[in-house]
């Protein structure tokens, strides 16, 4: 096949979200797709209803690589794990030193780390690209995060600013790092994501059983917040689910719907990375747990008689409520993404990568879950002081949860009061309180440590590291002397 007659990008894995990004690339100008999938039947689908694309489809993995001018450039679009190193195994074997492999899936970044590693041992580039965005996204324009080498860049940046989402004219991707650094960054995301999405369900839970609204006033309520501050993406879509009836009953959709939440996996990856980098994301965290509880019926089914608040909680002033309701979702989703740029930062020192996190603000303003009006304060923040030790404390944030704190600290306390579960709310709170706080009773913690394995501990008087001889005479030695 001629060189100037080849396709300049191929994708290979065309279930859902691999034929939307075939498509949303064969509609940018410049751009020539080559299609493989293990059963040729879905390549012949997707060519067959889409003429439009001019997709050029392939049989063989050697037919796929044949088909694409050098440096050749193909997405892999299939289920993380197993179905993905095979497809890497096959591609290494047709390809050749130059060709860039990008792994578009949502891959762990650790397995990215190792595969970036193997197959750049073979001259070829691997780059992990997270895409965010869902099938919509990967259709219209997602919000891309690829990793890699800077040679891969020159050849694929191109290709993926054509296809990305546009936020205030600029495309909603930017090289990352290297290795790993993409799919770390949308794994992040992902934990933002769910920490929202539970902040999100707590308020209405709140507003519900507060003030008695239903599901379709309390959709008003969160189309008026989609005006202000709190503008985006998962507000607008939360005010179309609770509006939804469903068709069979005339109910609310959503009073339907059983309520066990699922999980993919990179919400629990974030707070695992977040242990191992000793960073705390409790808001991430209590998020995560919440799908677990919620996925419980045989434990919360025989829980479901356990004692509860004597009094009826009822709310007396509703305006003033719903209002102290939308200050804590404000607060909380600040402390989330504090959380979130925190463990980018640990990660990027980690594993070497020189992340720019002002940059991942911006490329999150468009097409990706987590799209929201005040992601353009934080790369504002990044710009003002790139050393910034707490996202929190920038001066926009600072006095965003100022205004706040008093309605976040009233809301946490009617839902303690009236027994409902607010642990998004009630940790991010903690969390701040935390971060403040003078002095914490982690003193004493050592103070045990000390005593029951003679861990030793620091003085806020004197430099040194100390022990307690606690059995007997409780007199203190220097670690040191007592070796």
């Known amino acids: 096949m001629p060189e100037q007659s080849k396709a300049n990008i191929g994708v290979i894995g065309l279930a859902v979200m691999g034929s939307n990004l075939a498509r949303n690339l064969a509609s940018r100008e410049g751009n020539t797709v080559a299609v493989f999938n293990r059963s040729y039947e879905k390549t012949e689908t997707l060519v067959t209803e889409h003429p439009e694309a001019g997709f050029v489809p392939a049989k063989t993995y050697a037919d796929f690589a044949e088909s694409l001018s050098t440096p050749r450039t193909a997405i892999i679009m299939v289920q993380a794990g197993r179905a993905t190193d095979a497809v890497i195994d096959e591609l290494v074997k047709v390809f050749e030193p130059g060709d860039i492999i990008v792994d578009g899936g949502n891959a762990l970044f650790t397995d990215t780390i190792r595969r970036e590693k193997a197959v750049r041992a073979t001259g070829i580039n691997f780059v992990g690209a997270g895409i965010s965005g869902g099938e919509e996204g990967a259709l219209l324009g997602p919000s891309i995060m690829p990793g890699g080498s800077a040679e891969a860049w020159v050849t694929l940046g191109p290709i993926l600013k054509s296809i990305a989402a546009v936020a205030e004219g600029e495309p909603c991707v930017t090289h990352v790092g290297t290795d790993g650094a993409g799919h770390f960054v949308k794994m992040i995301h992902n934990g933002i994501e769910y920490a929202d999405m539970q902040l999100i369900a707590e308020a209405y839970d709140l507003i519900r059983r507060g003030t008695g609204k239903s599901p379709a006033e309390i959709a008003d309520i969160f189309a008026e917040w989609n005006r202000g501050e709190l503008e985006s993406y998962l507000i607008e879509i939360t005010a179309e689910v609770l509006r939804q009836v469903d068709a069979e009953t005339g109910a609310p959709l959503v009073d339907v719907i059983l309520d066990q939440a699922g999980a993919k996996g990179t919400g629990a990856w974030t707070v695992q990375s977040a242990l191992d980098l000793g960073i705390p994301v409790s808001g991430i965290a209590e998020a995560v747990f919440a799908r677990s509880l919620s996925s419980k019926p045989a434990q919360r089914a025989a829980a479901a008689d356990l004692p509860g608040p004597a009094e009826e909680w009822t709310v007396t002033d509703v305006d003033a409520f719903v209002e102290d309701v939308r200050r804590a979702l404000y607060a909380s989703k600040i402390v989330a993404y504090s959380q979130g740029f925190d463990e980018i930062i640990a990660g990027a020192e980690e594993y070497g990568w020189d992340i720019q996190k002002g940059e991942i603000a911006k490329i999150w303003r468009g097409g990706c879950i987590i799209r929201a009006q005040f992601l353009n304060r934080i790369t504002e923040a990044y710009a003002e002081n790139p050393g910034l030790v707490a996202l929190l404390t920038a001066p926009y944030f600072r006095e965003a949860l100022t205004g706040a704190q008093e309605a976040w600290r009233r809301v946490v306390v009617a839902a303690a009061q009236a027994g409902i579960p607010s642990p998004a709310f009630s940790s991010s709170l903690s969390y701040y309180d935390g971060l403040r706080a003078d002095r914490l009773p982690a003193a004493l913690v050592q103070g045990q440590r000390d ?33």
Not at 455 to 482: M, Q
């Open 451 to 483: 005593f029951f394995g003679a861990h030793t501990y620091k003085r806020v008087d004197k430099d040194g590291t100390f022990h307690t001889l606690w059995s007997g005479d409780r007199s203190e030695i220097s670690a040191t002397d007592a070796h």
